[in-house]
DNA sequence: CAGTGAGCGAGCTTCCGCTTGACTT
């Protein structure tokens, strides 16, 4: 048996260093922490000097009775997990669960996974670093008191199974802070001006050029006297500048950018991009995906010079070290990159693919030289005003870098194309073609995607790699936020147009607003959010993490008692809760929008036990008052009397089909009519307010024809079996589950026998995967 | 899939960071 036991972290880790270790080395993978503080009784005794209470999850269990039979066949122990805060908390917890001693237990560690990284770790082995253990557990301690005291209090205060904590509530609190930022933004318009040029050529060949006027025009009546004096005046080039720029690639991926590129280039979110990496790092095709860290290990940097040499010849390569600028990096792995990065594609699922090629791409850029690129700039003098048009041209003069990856930011498909520009001199005479002055708004900041919200939390750092996409999914969870699509709406701008002196004026319709995949706060997250920023500011600020961060590191280095810090936080954080707990209303929310005309009633709206809702007239002794659910696109924090009165309009009968009524109503899933017990959701066109009875005939006729067409076949031999029409195609049901049918086979020449061995068949296969 | 919004009370919810599978369409 081997003399040797090693742990690490993560499974696929372990694989890879066995080999690397050989002969009398097992490796094994404790899979992150394997112990955690007690859920009930808080799990921290605060009154005995806040001592946590650890225990074995129950999904751990099996894993620390194994590396307990390990132990007991191996002469030394070798704790191999990460070195960082928590990794060193999992080597000192494995150490207690496991009774190791400091004879037999040795404490090592590496930032990559090579043979020489691996064999002078086990060379240089130190031991168990208790100030940054209980640095760790200052973190936990912390945590625990901060989620376990708050979110009970918000069960209390609003509603049930609601929750708070460092990281989560800050999230929602950007996103709040965004969403009214949006909705406060005044917007205002000026007139912006471009021209289109033209001259002749040596050759006598017509040329044009498009340039655009240094300053905006404040209004319309500015921009037309502009355009005016335009028609009248004469051009020439007076300057002719040109700038040579340089542009550096971007640094090799870390659990952040990796989740922000992939977003905006593959359209991922944050938890598709993670299961995608992860089934990569499990095939040993990438590093490990969940890091802060820039830096690639020397391995990985001479492979890339040697792959750049080859492919694209050595004055593309450029050696380069990047440095981490983030708050509160612990850099224990490498940046995300692929394991070989001589393979330039894989095989296996497109998404996989996709990613991989993203990846080795933006590590190989990361080491490849600067794009050269000639920015030319002609300022063109206007005769008889003292205001200038100027052209810009860009020439990419060695693409460096960029012939592999550019970097793109969410504004980037607003801001169009690089031009190039034709060749000019000073003092060529101009002839304007067209000179257009066109109406600008000013534009609201954009909702955060859930990828540029990680990088903000990162920016704040809030939060770590491996809880950026579970955070993500939490406050979406919790119902602060929803991942929307938002519309826009349209509006009209002027434009303005002249051409040979004459100055034509026109509206066109813009589009705005426009928005995809972006995270919006629900009034419940506004409603917790402005609780706990009024009761609890210090840890509601942006700072906070990194404040109690910066005493963490004291913790780490010996120069601060954790028991200390924790109580000094907690005696403050403590006599806050209880003086919420008190003195503090139930809140809802609540927000008065006027008086109803025809009740004479109160108008108002808040957050309910089932959502938000408005309700008209409170409770008297001879009056219930009347409530309605809110619509799904409508806020608390923006709908108007005249919406919240229209919402109590409902249900309304609107006329009678075939002997029963029709009543149009909405639900949590949708505007609808009911009729003859039945339900028909209505088209997105459709208003509840003002349908009439023809239409809502005809969405019932439509739904009927549909139904009608959903079943292909039934079989009179057994009435559970059916072969429907779905959304999806063809599908047999049976019993209550669906199973799909063989691209081969035509759905309507089915017999009931070749439903049922279809069925075996997929059962079959479910438990083959199972295996 | 589709009406909720009185009040009581039992029992439950909840944090952040390490790791993977366990599920479903």
């Not at 860009?394 to 034709?422: C, H, N, Q, W």
């Amino acid at each position: 048996m081997g003399e040797n036991l090693v742990i690490v972290e993560s499974p696929a880790k372990a694989k890879t260093i066995e080999k690397f270790l050989g002969k009398g080395f097992i490796v094994k993978s404790s899979f992150g922490h394997i112990r955690d503080l007690a859920k009930k009784d808080f799990g921290v005794d605060i009154k005995n000097q806040y001592k946590p209470i650890y225990i074995v999850p129950e999904d751990k269990k099996k894993i620390v009775s194994e590396l307990k039979k390990f132990k007991k066949n191996a002469k030394l122990v070798w704790l191999a997990s990460d070195e960082d805060r928590e990794g060193e908390a999992i080597a000192w917890h494995l150490s207690e669960v496991l009774g190791l001693t400091e004879e037999n237990t040795r404490r090592i560690v590496f930032h990559e996974i090579t043979k020489n990284a691996i064999q002078s770790a086990v060379e240089n082995p130190r031991k168990i670093n208790y100030n940054v253990v209980q640095a760790q557990q200052a973190r936990r301690v912390l945590d625990r008191l901060v989620g376990f005291q708050l979110s009970p209090l918000l069960w209390k205060k609003i509603k049930p199974s609601l929750s708070a904590g460092r990281v989560q509530s800050v999230a929602v609190r950007l996103l709040v802070e965004k969403e009214r930022e949006i909705l406060n933004f005044k917007t205002s318009s000026s007139y912006k001006v471009s021209a289109i040029f033209s001259f002749l050529d040596p050759d006598g060949k017509q040329v044009e050029i498009q340039a655009e006027l240094s300053r905006k025009l404040k209004d319309l009546d500015e921009a037309r006297d502009f355009l005016t004096q335009c028609g009248l005046a004469s051009y020439e080039i007076a300057r002719l500048a040109t700038k040579s720029l340089k542009r550096s690639p971007a640094p090799p991926f870390t659990t952040s950018t990796l989740q922000q590129e992939a977003g905006r280039k593959l359209g991922f979110s944050v938890a598709q991009t993670m299961s995608v990496a992860q089934k990569l790092y499990e095939a040993g095709k990438i590093t490990y995906m969940r890091t802060d860290s820039v830096n690639l290990s020397s391995l990985a940097l001479n492979t890339a010079k040697k792959v750049i040499d080859e492919e694209f010849g050595n004055k593309y390569h450029q050696f380069r070290k990047y440095q981490t600028k983030t708050k509160g990096a612990q850099e224990a792995h490498e940046a995300i990159r692929p394991t070989y990065l001589e393979n330039k594609d894989i095989d296996g699922p497109a998404a996989g693919v996709k990613l991989y090629n993203l990846i080795w791409k933006r590590t190989m850029a990361s080491q490849m030289s600067n794009a050269e690129i000639e920015k030319t700039t002609a300022t063109i003098s206007i005769s008889n005003m003292p205001d200038v048009f100027t052209a810009t041209g860009e020439v990419i003069k060695f693409d460096g870098f960029l012939k592999l990856y550019s970097v793109t930011t969410d504004e980037d498909s607003v801001s169009g194309s690089k031009t190039i520009l034709p060749p000019l001199r000073e003092g060529e005479k101009l002839h304007y073609e067209m000179i257009t002055a066109s109406e600008k708004f000013t534009q609201p900041p954009y909702r955060y995607s859930e990828a540029s919200l990680v990088k903000k939390m990162e920016e704040l750092g809030i939060g770590r790699p491996s809880t950026y996409a579970p955070t993500i999914s939490t406050i979406q969870n919790r119902g602060y936020v929803v991942k929307e699509h938002l519309d826009g709406n349209e509006r009209d701008i002027v434009v303005l147009e002249m051409t040979d002196g004459k100055v034509k004026e026109s509206k066109k319709a813009e589009k705005y607003g426009r928005e995809r995949s972006k995270l919006v706060p629900t009034d419940i997250g506004m409603v917790v959010n402005d609780f706990l920023t009024e009761h609890f500011k210090s840890i509601m600020d942006y700072n906070f993490t990194a404040l109690v961060e910066k005493e963490f590191d004291e913790i780490a280095s010996g120069n601060l008692e954790w028991v200390k810090m924790i109580d000094r936080f907690y005696s403050d954080f403590n006599t806050r809760v209880e003086k919420t707990l008190k003195e503090s209303e139930k809140t809802t929310g609540e927000r008065v929008l006027g008086i109803d005309p025809a009740s004479g009633e109160e108008v108002l709206v808040k957050v309910g036990r089932y959502g938000p809702l408005a309700q008209l007239g409170k409770v008297r002794e001879d009056y219930k008052p009347r409530f309605a659910s809110l619509r799904k696109d409508q806020r608390i924090e923006t709908i108007s009397l005249e919406e919240a009165l229209d919402l109590f309009k409902l249900p309304r009968e609107i006329g009678n089909f075939e002997n029963n009524s029709m009543i149009v109503a909405i639900s949590k899933y949708g505007p609808y009519i009911r009729h003859d017990g039945k339900f028909y959701s209505l088209e997105k066109q459709d208003d509840p307010l003002s349908i009439n009875s023809e239409r809502a005939i005809e969405i019932i006729r439509i739904k009927r024809e549909q139904d009608s067409k959903k079943v292909i076949k039934t079989f009179s031999e057994n009435e559970n079996l059916k072969i429907l029409n779905g959304r999806w195609g063809p599908y047999i049901s049976y019993e209550k589950k669906n199973y799909k049918i063989p691209k081969n086979d035509n759905p309507e020449e089915l017999s009931l026998e070749n439903c049922l061995t279809i069925i075996a068949n997929s059962k079959k296969k479910k438990s083959a995967k199972k295996k």
